[in-house]
């Protein structure tokens, strides 16, 4: 973590924060302003109870991905997409579904964060992302290249039904 240590981070944000756990370390671990934005009303009372609990402060939105926040730019964005491949009408409301299901090639929420990345980050900002190997990481790098980002694959696991990626994006300088 001493790459985010000397980034010099200002705002950090995670969609998509469930209990909260996450955000609440890297809050942690850095002294920043810390948001966290969830589409279930629940989950977000949940981030808000593990901050509190942890002696943190982290603000948490009740929304869907990062629509209500404008013209704020992150220099880390954490985001744990529903990347289960799934049909794509599964991917509505704000009930647990949220939480995994991804749609077509698990990729219909991931794809809507990436495609505006440039709008989200800093120009030093990162994004660290968890990814599903059913998600076609070959075909994100090459998206994410043809738009002036980098990406690093910084952690891989294979778990019980699940090969796992946590993929770092950055931009090209």
Known sequence: MPFLKNLGVEFAVEIGSGS????TALASFLACACFATDINPEACQATAETAVLNGRKVDCVNMDLLGAFRNRLFD?????????????CEV??????????GGFHGRQVTDKVLSTLDLLLSEKGVCYMVLLKENNIQEIQRFMNENNFKSDVILERKLRGEHLYVVKFSRIL
């Open 20 to 23: 909260g756990v996450v955000i």
């Open 76 to 88: 880390v964005l954490l985001f744990n997409p529903p990347y289960v491949v799934t049909d794509p």
């Open 92 to 101: 509505v409301g704000n009930g647990l579904n949220r939480a995994w299901a």
